[in-house]
């Protein structure tokens, strides 16, 4: 029988490179976005034919909604994936941006993978993949508040992970640690990557593979592997200078 996946931020980047994965292993697809012309284009591109869900779920309030509105659909798979970055000075940068920013990277993305997440602890099965970032590893000058958010996504998805294998539940959730990516995100965010980003298309491939080995952090590409090793190790302080360092290459 085909797995249902329920996929937020489907409309561009990791989000549709992971619908059309799933779409090649039969599943049965309901994507969500704001971009309802987006999604019809990406459901005229797929085998199956998914349902299309055009909201903003930018809000926990909205959030809750889509949960009301999907609850009963059976799914198997959630893709927690909408979200984006804000770029500059902390003291500089929009607060009300920001504040749509955390609501929608860490209320919205709570919400769902909490409700949905007990409905699969309930029936003892399904897959849930958070998407963070690299960013999560370590504190982000020029992006501070995206830093922050995506840590969230990381720590709060380690830990429900965590407790699902001391009850000896079979859901199995992951949070995916990509670092830069060739999707809309830096235009949203104002900047300009200062390395190489890999290609959507790979990090979604890869993200799905991990997922169904039950892994718990991915992290797609050998140098953001390495960068998560060395996060460990490195102090907090070095690692700010770093990041600065680096965000200061991307502005635009």
Known sequence: MAKKV????????IGREIARVLDLYGCELILV?????????????????????????????????LYEITKDENIDILINNAGFGVFGA??????SREVEMIRLNVEAMHVLFKLFLKDFKER????????????????????????????????????????LREAGSNVSVSALCPGPVATEFNSVAGVNFSVSPLSS????????????????????????KLAALASKVVPSSFAAKITAEVQKHKQK
Not at 53 to 60: P, Q, R, V
Not at 90 to 95: G, L, M
């Open 33 to 65: 976005a704001r971009r309802e012309d987006r999604l019809k284009a990406l459901a005229d591109c797929l085998n199956t034919t998914p349902r299309i869900i055009a909201m903003d779920i930018g809000t926990a309030e909205q959030a809750q909604a």
């Open 6 to 13: 329920l996929i937020t931020g489907a409309s561009s980047g």
């Open 90 to 95: 902390f003291t500089e940068t929009s607060t």
């Open 124 to 163: 003892d099965s399904g897959y849930i993949l958070n998407v963070a970032s690299a960013a999560a590893f370590a504190p982000g000058p020029y992006m501070a508040a995206y830093y922050a958010s995506k840590a969230y996504v990381l720590r709060l998805t380690q830990a429900a992970a965590f407790e």
């Open 201 to 224: 298309k790979y990090v979604a491939k890869y993200a799905i593979q991990q997922m169904f080995k039950g892994k718990t952090v991915i992290i797609p590409g050998t140098s953001m």
